[in-house]
């Protein structure tokens, strides 16, 4: 293997694999937003964004001084909202790439898997794990890039461009994580026609998790359409929406969460990396789901949704 000496070094002076960096990158970008949200002088001008950044409640800024003088100049650094079709174009190009790569064994997979530890390569993901994976998070990158023209609406809502860059960040790791572990059987086994035959009696995982998927995936889409069809900003009446604020962001941590059981290695229950995928996921819409209830009660009925749980049945 070609050795990638910043790279390698640095891998080498921390005990870590490709697998262990790309399991840290989720977790630190989480732990990140985690600590932007405490400070309100930080929550306010870098994590709220889209339509809730109009509020004049949660969104509001203490009085001006020194520091507050520089962060209000990099919360100017803002890109539109509508910027999030860059995340998922980026997201089917990766998809695209890695299906491509994987297939042919090209030089970047080898890369990649190069520097998977043998630890992780000798528990590896089977190669029909690893296709139905790498097709399901296809499915979501493709329809979410069409949603995002298809639903597309006259918007002058923002988000600060570090969201931007971090949301293209975990798109383009989120392509790894799907296959990374099962880079072992890629490197050993070839794709034949057996892995892809239909007739093929699935297995209780792919039992249960790609229906999972999918009914989480229509769910999403009906959000996204409600959402698409309202004029102007409302408080969501849709039967959904009645309980839960951000039923789409729930559906979000339900597609990751059942890509990451789906994906499990033998004799584990969970894909550690998806896992740490779906921590990213969680904590990012956790987060703006709580300002988006407190952007609810300001601007529209306190009453009406206060007691309404947040992404998920039971989360307020
Ligand atoms: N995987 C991840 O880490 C991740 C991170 C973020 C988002 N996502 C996913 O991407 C999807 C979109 O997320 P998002 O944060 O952009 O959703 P969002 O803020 O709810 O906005 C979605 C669309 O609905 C509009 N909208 C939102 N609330 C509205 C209201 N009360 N009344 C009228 N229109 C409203 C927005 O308008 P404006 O265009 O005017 O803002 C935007 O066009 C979600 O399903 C989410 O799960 C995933």
Redesign the pocket.
């Known amino acids: 293997m070609y050795r990638l000496y910043g790279i390698d070094n640095a891998l080498d002076a921390a005990g870590m694999d490709a697998v262990d960096l790309l399991r840290a990158f989720f977790l630190l970008a989480a732990a990140s937003s985690l600590s932007v949200s405490i400070p309100s002088s930080l929550r306010s001008r870098f994590l709220i964004y889209?339509?809730r950044a109009t509020s004049t409640g949660s969104g509001s800024r203490p009085p001006a001084g020194n520091t507050s003088g520089l962060l209000d100049y990099l919360a100017t650094w803002q890109v539109p909202?509508?910027y999030?079709t860059h995340f998922y174009i980026a997201s089917v190009l990766s998809s695209a790439f890695w299906g491509f790569q994987l297939f042919f064994r090209g030089a970047v997979f080898q890369a990649v898997a190069s520097r998977v530890s043998e630890e992780h390569r000798l528990q590896s993901m089977s190669l029909t794990q690893v296709m139905i994976c790498w097709l399901l998070l296809a499915m979501q990158g493709s329809r979410r890039l069409w949603e995002s023209f298809a639903f597309a609406?006259p918007?002058t809502?923002k988000m600060w461009f570090m969201h931007w860059l971090l949301?293209l960040g975990?798109y383009l790791a989120a392509g790894v994580a799907i296959w990374i572990e099962g880079s072992g059987t890629i490197l050993t086994r070839s794709v034949t026609i057996d892995h892809i035959k239909i007739t093929n009696a699935p297995t209780m995982r792919t039992f249960f998790c790609v229906p999972l998927f999918l009914i989480a995936s229509g769910m999403?889409h009906d959000c996204?359409h409600f959402?698409f069809s309202?004029k102007k900003?409302?408080l969501?009446d849709h039967p959904i929406f009645r309980g839960i604020v951000c039923p789409?962001?729930g559906a979000?941590c339900v597609i990751y969460l059942s890509l990451a059981v789906l994906a499990a290695p033998p004799g584990q229950v969970v894909n550690k990396t998806m896992l740490s995928c779906l921590a990213?996921?969680a904590v990012?819409?956790g987060l703006?789901a709580q300002t988006t209830k407190q952007w609810y009660m300001q601007k529209f009925d306190k009453e009406a949704v206060q007691n309404r749980w947040l992404m998920i049945p039971y989360v307020y």
């Open positions: 889209g339509p909202h509508v999030f609406k918007s809502s949301g975990f999403q996204h959402l309202l900003y409302t969501p789409h962001y979000e990213f996921v990012n819409l703006t």
